[in-house]
């Protein structure tokens, strides 16, 4: 048996679909079959019980028996002319008394005997039997009386061939096992065929699947028909949009190496440049005036700074969804930017950084929430003249933070947030341009919006909006 689950289970979807087809229908025509043989058979019988009871009422039927048992066959003329049936009287004991035109005995059973012993006149007792030459029919016992003679009680029993019904009903299985062989093969055909039609579909997506496997082609798409609905087509649907996502992942991805390549060479080819610089001077004796060496020195440091920013910067960039999932919490924004606030007056001492803040809680990861308000301080920081002014206010989950520095050209506003884009007017400051695309990342993951605007007078004024509330919410214990 197990054997037999393993090669069915090792068949195509398709063969075991048009096998459990024909399996169905060989039930239901079976079923069919079986229920119409018994109908036909009932049937029959009722017709062949109907004729033996309209010859047991048949007047004279029991008289005439009973007087031509006592005469000699060549006497007596047939009771039922014309017909093949079995005709004899019984009784407790002894042998029948058979019409001596009868074509044979019919072989007495106990049951028949416990209709006389019952002595009660009724419809009589059906049952199949066989004669005294094995020929099957059909007997009627029918109990009639007590003989006068020797005061032992009668019955009358009729007996008609059942050959004919049996060839009947032979016949009829036959025609049902042939039409049943045919329904099943039809039905095999056409699950067979059905389930090719069915699964066609489903052979296009392993063929397309087969293909990302073999060339990494991720721009491959199923058509689908807009009004389908069905399982299929959901599948081939979620098929487009899966490989249309990481096609559009890996794009982000090429992308990713190539402006993080472009990026990280500036640095190292400066970086290179300086220690070779430093390292000739050692390897020819010829040492380096102090003040250059000190100036190499600090660009040194000034790139592995922004070496260390825009790996940092990387790392957060390409974190997945799922790695920051589960340090998701409720957290105070108002004590967020405050933190923040204190790191950015460190970075900007001559400047002047004012706060408005009001309570707001907010469901966010902690670290990089508070990078992003860093990122957003840290630009105000930068674009700010000597002894600026930063005006920072938070109201119903809006922080505002507005410098008045040169501000953003309105043709570079719709760029500011894109990986590593900076300004042509920036890029002799620090910088990965990477700060305000993780902004726009965090704020985003976080359900919330960013924007970046020029200020009226000068200036521009970062708005970030986070949903939440002005009170957090009780623990849950």
């Known amino acids: 048996m197990k054997r ?12 075991r679909l048009a096998l459990l087809v024909a399996a169905a229908v060989a039930f239901a025509v079976a079923a069919v079959s079986v229920t119409c043989w018994f109908i036909v058979q009932g049937k029959l019988y009722e017709q062949v019980d109907s004729d033996l009871k309209d010859m047991a009422r048949r007047p004279g039927t029991v008289t005439a028996l009973l007087q031509r048992c ?3 066959p060549q006497e007596n003329a047939q009771l039922f002319p014309g017909r093949n049936d079995y005709v004899q009287a019984i009784k407790e004991e002894g042998a029948p008394c058979v019409d001596p035109n009868s074509p044979g005995a019919v072989k007495v059973t106990d049951s028949d005997k416990t209709v006389i012993k019952n002595a009660k006149s009724s419809e009589g007792m059906f049952r199949d039997g066989t004669t005294e030459g094995g020929d099957a029919v059909r007997v009627l016992t029918v109990y009639l009386g007590v003989d006068q003679a020797d005061s032992r009680g009668v019955a009358l029993q009729l007996a008609t061939p059942l050959k004919g019904t049996h060839a009947t009903l032979n016949e009829l299985a036959l025609i049902l096992l042939l039409v049943s062989g045919v329904g099943v093969l039809g039905a095999g055909a056409a699950g067979l065929a059905v389930a090719r039609a069915g699964l066609r579909p489903v052979d296009k997506l392993t063929e397309a699947v087969e293909h990302v496997a073999r060339t990494e082609d991720l721009n491959i798409r199923i058509p689908v028909e807009d009004d389908a609905e069905d399982e299929v087509a959901r599948l081939s649907r979620s098929f487009n949009s899966m490989t249309s996502a990481l096609a559009s992942s890996h794009e982000l ?51 592995m700074t922004e070496l260390a920013a825009l790996i940092g910067g ?37 400047l002047t950084i004012t706060a408005d803040l009001r309570p707001w809680y907010v469901r966010a990861e902690p670290a990089a929430l508070e990078r992003a308000v860093v990122n957003v301080l840290d630009n105000a920081v930068k674009f700010s003249p000597e002894g600026g002014t930063i005006e920072v206010a938070l109201h119903d989950g809006v922080l505002t933070v507005r410098d008045h520095g040169p501000g953003i050209p309105a043709d570079e506003l719709p760029y ?56 957090a919410p009780p623990e849950i214990p």
């Open 253 to 303: 991805q090429q992308q990713l190496i190539a402006d993080a390549g472009h990026e990280l060479r500036t640095p190292l080819t400066s970086l290179r440049t300086n220690i070779e610089l430093l390292t000739r001077s050692e390897e020819t004796g010829r040492p380096i005036p102090e003040a250059d060496r000190k100036a190499l020195l600090a660009s040194v440091k000034a790139q």
């Open 416 to 471: 500011v947030f894109d990986r590593f884009w900076r300004s042509p007017s920036a890029r002799a400051l620090p910088g990965s341009g990477l700060g305000l695309s993780i902004v726009a990342r965090t704020v985003e993951q976080a359900g919330g919006q960013v924007t970046l605007e020029r200020a009226e007078g000068g200036g521009t004024v970062a708005t970030v909006r986070l949903p939440g509330a002005p009170t």
């Open 4 to 15: 037999l689950v393993r090669r069915y289970r090792s068949l195509p979807i398709r063969s």
């Open 314 to 350: 990387l790392q957060e960039l390409s974190r997945s969804e799922g790695q920051r999932g589960e340090r998701v919490q409720v957290i105070s924004l108002e004590d967020t930017v405050e933190s923040a606030l204190r790191r950015a007056r460190l970075r900007g001492p001559e």
């Open 70 to 72: 006592t005469q000699t």
